[in-house]
């Protein structure tokens, strides 16, 4: 399997989705990475130039311009500007936030019938926006936390609470109110980032657990189930600092583990083929809750798995594209012919 | 307002959209016609040509092709290929089903900052697929019919039911089945188009009304309410032989109407801005459902409009793009000074 790895975009996420690629680096054969920049001009970036360094500095730029086209992603060279085509079989989208995970991307790759390793539309808008993760959730039958949208720095739930920005990853514009005072204020943040605004009670010794998977043709592939190990509340900053983090706390009770997995199959099924996701879970009380849904995890969630080559040639392999519509013009000769023409 | 209307796409609603914007030419001034062929290419199409037959026979094929491109659409003319760039203001999406109502056109329009009259990403994918349909009109608090998702041709419920696949329009591959056998021929059919397929319980008697609208900065625009004269179920063809249909039995009581609209609002709020939608519902003993969201109705549903060219008008003009994102690499930077690079 040759793979390209697209990463960047224009998104509040782009620095992180650096730091993924430079991790993924490492972890898989990548012929190609692709740079998106943030004026969303793509980049074929070599992978000696492959620090984080080349792109905060702009030198980036001296890079190859490539476009994106059907099949694939091609650049012109020389005087007679003869296009060459980028030769891969899958490309792996890990942009995180807008223009990866929101949906544009992936859109794109199936527009111009490229094999990707991605979240389709669908997946991405019900991950991206929490409400629909919640909506989408309930119908599916998993549980999830109870919220409320809110236009005003009111809610109906007891201090402490939790404010989101509904479309948002990465922990960005969250913040936890413990009275009006902070609402106000998580309220203000939260509105930089979203016109949507949801609150969330803020449950105390509520247990959290990630759990990263995909269906490779009808093979499901899970990843090790995380326990996560945080203090009150993990910020944008402390989210990613410890990123390709090695120190992983696992949870071994398979049993416990069926359980999430039965969760996981519920939310993946049907809406998040060709993807690797990983589901943040709550359990408290035995029950569990779906908090949210990462369909581009932080460097594809690769600390979580035995073999996470495998897993990533596994799914290459499962990977389809849309099919072939034939249009026959069927209707319109129909019509044509009523009109007697 | 000078517009662009794209239409056309790789979708089983092909020949339908052709037939939408012919329908508009006559109530819109369109500057350019672009036609996206099945095999995702973009055309130029003169507006005198904008006959279904120049389409059905293949000539289209000799217009000038056009590239997406940041800001727009351009094409290259004569021995310099020198690039000229389509001089409009707003494009209007006119495609139904894939490509145009499946997210991917509003995507690319997105991504290259293209100002549209179109549903976004999210707001397709909501009404795209059914079941995100039901699981979203829950959480606004607007009833749905109830509905199973079934992966073999059983039911919970009372023949007759209706089954549809999940991810189609326009009736597409829809049935109603009035006992088991009849189940079985319809999963099949409903099988050809989507893995995903939901039932319906199929209700006597029960009313259906579409309305349209938009809301254009701070103002609602609506249509006027149509009650929906059919026997017991349109199929493909019989709803759009009538497409630009002049006959239309409205609903002129007011009370009920703002009952209709409040529904609407639910629905359009924070997802639908830049759209205009039809959203067909049922009533059955005064209580109002959500049948489904037209993110993209056939030609706009202009015949339900008394002055449409200034509803589009006033929509175009509060069409707003994405936010910028600033990168300004302030988090890699950090990590290069606690590497101490």
Chains 1, 2 share one sequence.
Not at 91 to 105: A, F, P, Q, Y
Not at 119 to 133: F, G, H, I, Q, R
Not at 267 to 292: P, Q, S, V
């Amino acid at each position: 399997m040759k793979y390209a790895l697209i990463f960047g975009g224009s998104s509040f996420e782009h620095e992180i989705s650096i730091v993924s690629a430079i991790t993924i680096k490492d972890k898989l054969n990548i012929e190609y990475f692709i740079f998106l920049d943030s004026n969303r001009d793509f980049y074929l970036i070599d992978k000696d130039n492959m620090k984080s360094k080349y792109f905060a500095s702009g030198e980036y730029k001296n890079s190859i311009k490539l476009e994106i086209t059907k099949g694939g992603f091609k650049y012109k060279k020389g005087l007679l500007k003869k296009e060459f085509f980028l030769d891969f079989d899958v490309v792996i989208n890990l942009i995180h936030g807008r223009d990866g995970e929101d949906g544009k991307i992936p859109a794109m790759l199936e527009f111009y019938k490229i094999k990707a390793i991605t979240p389709n539309v669908e997946a991405c808008s019900v991950s991206y926006n929490k409400v629909l993760t919640k909506a989408y959730a309930k119908e599916m039958r998993v549980n999830v936390i109870e919220y409320e949208i809110i236009d005003s720095p009111k809610t109906k739930f007891d201090f402490p609470v939790i404010i989101k920005p509904a479309r948002l990853g990465s922990s960005i514009g969250v913040s936890i109110a413990k009275n009006q005072d902070e609402l106000n204020y998580a309220f203000d943040v939260a509105r930089e980032f979203d016109d949507l605004i949801i609150v969330e009670p803020f449950i105390e010794g509520i247990e959290e657990y990630n759990l990263a998977g995909c269906k490779a043709g009808d093979e499901w592939i899970f990843s090790k189930l995380e326990k996560v190990e945080k203090k009150e509340f993990l910020d944008f900053d402390k989210k990613y600092m410890d990123f390709s983090r090695k120190e992983v706390k696992i949870n071994e009770n398979l049993e416990i583990k069926e359980k999430f997995k039965t969760e996981f199959k519920k939310i993946y099924n049907n809406i998040f083929k060709n993807a690797l996701i990983r589901c943040d879970f709550f359990c408290k009380d035995d029950i569990i809750y779906l908090n949210e849904i990462n369909p581009i995890p932080g460097s594809m969630a690769n600390y979580l798995f035995d073999d996470f080559k495998n897993v990533i040639d596994k799914l290459a392999k499962s990977v389809e594209l849309e099919n072939d519509i034939r249009i026959d013009y069927m209707y319109i000769n129909k019509i044509q012919m009523a009109k007697g023409k």
